[in-house]
Every structure is written in C-alpha cells, then in structure tokens.
C-alpha cells in the first residue's frame, strides 16, 4: 500500500518556508523514496505560495472526482519507484466536511494510506501573525483585538476536529513553538527522511510586519482599502528582507485569549497528546504593547514606493485617490515628501485624463451608430450577469486577507465593462423552490457586465480569484424573462 502525507498547516506555522525547502529539493527528495510534486517551481526562490496542492483543491471542490484520483495516483506519484508522497497547502486545512471524507475515500479505493500533519502554534502569537498578514494582504487598519475575528482560534479547532472524525489517530498535530527550531527536521522526521546533505533554505520566506511597519501600512490601508496592501508591503520588506520581527504583547489581549481558549486548548493537547502542550501564549509578563512613534521617516519606504508605481490603466484611479489622501495626511509631518507626491498625482491625474479621452473616442467609433437624423445614439452591448457564491467560513483568517487583496485587483479589471457598480454584494440569501443543499456556498454577490459575448465574459470572469479557494462563479446572459417564456 502506498503512503501518503498531506500537510495542511494551520496558518502562520512556517508552512511557506516548508514548501520552498521541499520544492527546493524535490529531485533529491524522490531519490530519496519520497516524492513531492514540484508544481509550484518558483517556490523554491522563496515566494509565497499554496504549495503543491493547488490543483488537488480546485479539483475537489469543483467535484472533479476523476481529476482527484487521477492527481493522487499519478501527479504526486510520479517516481514509480517510491510509495511515499507528501502534498503540503493550508488551501486543504478549511475544506468541508464532505470533501475530508471524500479524500479518504478516493485513497481507500486506490488503496492509499494517508496521514495528516498539522503544526500548531501558540494562540496569540498565531493570531497577531495573522493579523499582520492582512495588514500586508488586505484591507486591515485596525489595532490588534479591536475586532472579534483577531481572535478565533475556535475556526482551527474546527478544521482539526473535521479531520479527526474521518481520520482519527492518523491525524499528527505537531507544536509548532517547539518544531520551528528545525521545522524542516521536524517535518522529516514524520514522514521518515534523511535530510544529509539536502539544500538548505537561505532565504527568509514570508516575513512579518516590524510594530513600525505595521503601523504604517495599516494607516495605508486607511486610504487605499487594501487595492494596494500586497505592492506596498511587498516593497517594504523587500528593503529589509531579514530583519527581526517580534511578538507585540498587550496585557489585557493576552488574557482574553487565556480565556476563550482554555477548553479548544485541552482538546487538543488531549486528543493529539502533545509532549509539550501548546499553550494559550509566550507572554512572560514584560514585553509592552505601546505604539511607536511614527516620525518622517516611518513613512519614507512608502513614499519610495508611491513615487515608482505605475499602476497602469487599471487601477490609475485608485492610485490617483491615494496619492491625494497620502499628500494631505503627510502635509504635517514632511513637506517636501507632501509636495513630492502632489507632483506624481499631477501627472496621474493626466494620463486618467488622457484615459477618458480614449475611452470617449472609442465610444464614438466602436460603441455607436445613427438612428435618426437628429443625432446618434449608443448601441450596448449584451448584458451578462456573473453571480458569486463564496463561504468565507472555509477559510483562515490569513486565507482571507489574500483573496481577498487578489479579488480587489480582479475586480478593477471588470470596472470598465460593469453596469452600476464592478460588485454588488449581498447577504441573507435563501433559495426557494430548492432544496437548500442545492449549493454548498451563499451567494455573496453579483456583477452586470456589458460585453460582446459569452466567450469574453467567461475568459473573463475564469480569472475570479474566488475560483482557487472554493468558491462558485456563475456566468448568465440577462434577457427579459417574458422573453424566455
């Protein structure tokens, strides 16, 4: 019987960094009796990813049952040699219920053993991580605690006890405060590898928010609404790839989480009998939670990165908006960074001129035609509805902050076909005259576009970042209903 190991995270437990190493060495590792799928090659480099399950996700939630035992037999065996396979992607760690089993199921039939890994890692220090991550990914500008989704251990505990019920004793929970002096060894050592003479990993992947940065960039996202928390914070770091990045404790936080997590806690030391429990937090009592004080400096790296950006057609707009906000905000703090930031926004503020030129001279051209002798008239397109269902209920808080920076950027890629609003978004939905399990997410939303055909606006809506975390994009042509009767 073959055996497989499907690491799933949880989130901020060094999953990136695992997956870099093992794309790294997937060459030596399958020489080595165990295969990993080297599907994401750039990951190797050190850039942020899903790991090698990407495919095997999408598949599984789209219920392309024959893709995902096609996947789990031949893509990750690929060395007919070996019988070991390791998949690595947090993506797998907040999937449904019935899709847990359905993975075991296909692996019964094709007669594979599987075994789950999990790291998990001390609560707050785990839940400031990821705050900090939507600071860089999404729209974050809170402080830390001030709303309850910073502190929702609760979800993870629930992801484990979904793979707990179909898997039972194969699911290994690992401490991640005690594995990360070498989580690479640490991984090896579940799975049975000799890691002598492996490469080793020299750069840092996915590093956190300094308390300065993170005050910054959260003051950013103020005035962008995350559209551009992923460049900046990508600009940022990339200026001091390796410095530290400490835990910021506050007191009060602390305990909140002592007590929300108490009786999750124990069920998982419990179940998994850890060696050295996971604990609530790393507090020892000194460390203080004070803001920084933020001076002309704090906001040079950003204003280095206002001053390069081209944001392309696209998102020219929204640029233009923020270099406005930013030159104001900054007015009391440095004049000539202010003024330095007036002048990009003077010569934004022309090419969305000479933007709405072009647009208007390809209405004339393209978009209209006579109808009378008193003038013209504009001729539209077909109208088309895409409707969006997503649960973000599946997903860590982390997982969230990415797609939800990526949807922003798809969504400035639709705005100049949509009618009304790019998005609409929408809440308490109920199906009538259905059975309600007809879909497995709410519908969140939904978009009316003009274009030519129903081939454009597929290619189109295909891109819907929502696509690669589970959710369901539905494409129709908008016709009079009496027409259709």
Aim: net charge negative.
């Amino acid at each position: 019987m073959k055996k497989l190991f499907l690491h799933i995270g949880l989130g901020k437990t060094g999953s990136s960094a695992l997956q870099s190493w093992l794309s790294l060495n997937s060459a030596a590792l399958s020489q080595r009796g165990v295969d990993y799928a080297d599907l994401v090659p750039h990951a190797k480099t050190g850039e942020v990813s899903s790991g090698n399950g990407y495919d095997l996700q999408r598949a599984l939630i789209g219920h392309d049952f024959e893709e995902v035992e096609r996947l789990l037999t031949s893509t990750y065996f690929f060395n007919p040699k070996n019988d070991v396979a390791l998949i690595s992607c947090e993506l797998f760690q907040g999937i449904r219920a019935p899709f847990v089993q359905k993975i075991h199921d296909i692996c019964a039939k094709c007669e594979i053993d599987v075994t789950i890994i999990v790291y998990i890692r001390s609560v707050y220090e785990q839940q400031y991580s990821s705050y900090l991550q939507g600071i860089k990914r999404s729209s974050i500008a809170h402080r830390f605690g001030e709303m309850s989704s910073d502190i929702a251990f609760h979800r993870s505990v629930e992801y484990l006890r979904r793979y707990v019920r179909v898997f039972g004793d194969k699911v290994i929970a690992v401490n991640y405060d005690i594995a990360k002096k070498d989580i690479y060894a640490s991984l090896a050592d579940i799975i049975g590898l000799d890691t002598t003479g492996l490469k080793k990993l020299e750069k840092k992947v996915n590093r956190s928010l300094t308390l300065e940065e993170a005050e910054v960039l959260r003051r950013m996202n103020r005035f962008h609404g995350g559209v551009f928390a992923t460049t900046i914070s990508d600009f940022v770091i990339a200026l001091s790839p390796n410095i530290e990045t400490p835990i910021v404790y506050d007191r009060g936080l602390v305990q909140r989480v002592r007590d929300a997590t108490e009786e999750d806690l124990l069920w998982v030391n419990q179940q998994f009998n850890i060696p050295v429990p996971v604990a609530s937090d790393n507090y020892d009592g000194h460390s203080s939670a004070e803001p920084p004080v933020l001076t002309a400096d704090s906001y040079k790296p950003v204003v280095q990165w206002a001053l390069a950006f081209d944001p392309g057609k696209a998102l020219r707009a929204d640029f233009a908006d923020f270099l406005q906000q930013f030159a104001v905000f900054l007015e009391d703090i440095s004049v000539a960074d202010a003024q330095a930031l007036e002048g990009r926004l003077e010569r934004v503020r022309r090419e969305l001129e000479k933007d709405q030129k072009d647009s208007a001279a390809e209405t004339v051209t393209g978009s209209e035609q006579p109808t009378s002798a008193a003038g013209k008239t504009r001729v539209r397109k077909p109208a088309h509805i895409i409707t969006y269902f997503y649960d973000s209920d599946t997903l860590s808080s982390e997982q969230q902050a990415h797609v939800g920076a990526r949807f922003k950027d798809w969504q400035s890629c639709i705005e100049k076909h949509a009618v009304g609003s790019a998005v609409n978004g929408v809440v308490t939905t109920r199906l009538l005259g259905a059975d309600e399990s007809a879909r497995e997410a709410p519908m969140t939303g939904y978009s009316l576009l003009e274009l030519d055909d129903m081939d454009a606006v597929l290619s189109l809506a295909g891109k819907c970042p929502l696509l690669e975390v589970g959710g369901v994009v539905e494409v129709s042509r908008a016709v009079n209903l009496l027409d259709m009767w």
